[in-house]
């Protein structure tokens, strides 16, 4: 796959904020056209790496092109296709919604301001109610309404759901999927809600310890990831040809998360599915186990275990 | 949007270890064994589908072609998605093959509990005379 293809292509990327470093040896490639889920703890990397694809800041070290350019503050025609939305969700507290919609307008060449509408009375929201009046949740729809009249070929979102209740997040990410269908916007999102990941996401990229663990077609992660799980009396060494992600042995039974990238032979195993959340539960256990790259750049005190 | 209901209305278990495009395809071929869809019922289109649960429509258009490609529905250019008249027939012979990998399973869990070909066959006799009683 060339990078003409990719909405977003990273080799190598590293941020340092002083001595420490948020994002390390980042290489990524997110193909146009899906729905990609960053996941991830907390401080691993993944609000760093959305705000490097849409411009806001430079990489250290590495190269990242979004949509094949390379983004910045000072590339309009780049920030015009690019939709992001952190969580600030950048409202002007004392505008009235239809005031939101009418800024957006006069600052965006492609607004579609017939979409912009629809979606407001599709969500309920009064146009005549000021922004501060609203609920959490329904400031996040108006933000997002306003993302996607823009019209971008990649959308950049933020924990887009964070904060809201049940309605609000399946609401939102209704309205998210409704602009997937019509035109086929590429997405990026992060998000800790591993239940949204299989609703409304294709692909999957896991960070940890600002370090890349995972990256592939969702369907290939469910498809190729196993427990194997098998008597210690019988099998006492671990499965053979396979990648183990996570082992948990007992003195009876030792069972086996791994990623088969072949089909399995070894007989003798019992094989089950493991859930999406158990997937990325054991990746993200193995990355919090490996040293953190930031640990030898500063004084060596601690496990390492904290976040 | 159109006033009529679905044929069939889809869900989407985030829960399981099943690949989201399968979940749906699972759920037609059960409708279709179950007499809920016919041959020449429509499905919903993917916009309706997205309407109704949150999901990515390409995970709705995977699962439509993976139905095309099992034989279980057919795509009609410019009117939709269709069940095929053959599809009831394809859904069974789907569900024999779905039996023999769940006895496949089976088989591996019971050698691996260590039962030999005699015991495995003793205890299949059983549910065998069990299931004679019983009906």
Redesign the interface.
Known sequence: MNSTQNVLEARGVGKRFGLTWALRDCTVSIPAGKVAALVGPNGAGKSTLLRLAAGLGRPNEGSLTVLGEVPGHENARLRSKVGYLDQERLLYPSFRVGEMLRFGKATNAKWDERMAASYVTQLGIDVDARVHSLSSGQKAQVALTLCLAKQPELLILDEPAATLDPLAREDLLQLLMQQVAQNGTSVVLSTHAIGDIVSVCEYLIILSRARVVLCDDLDYVLGSHRFLTAATSTKSSEPPGVTVIESRVSSREASYLVRMDAPFSDAGWRITEPTLEEIVLAYLREGAGRPDLNDAAQSSGGDGGSQ | MSERHPSIQFR?D????????RQLVEQVRLAVASGQLRGGDQLPS??EV??Q???????VH?AYRELEHEGLAEGRPGLGTFITPRAGIVAGAVGRDILIDSLR?WM??A??AGLDDVEILELLGRFLNLQRVVS
């Not at chain 2, 649960?53 to 995970?59: A, M, R, Y």
């Open positions: 989407l985030p829960r399981s270890g099943v690949a989201p495009y993917v916009r997205v309407s649960i949150t999901i990515n429509p390409n995970t995977r399973d591996a869990r050698r691996a």
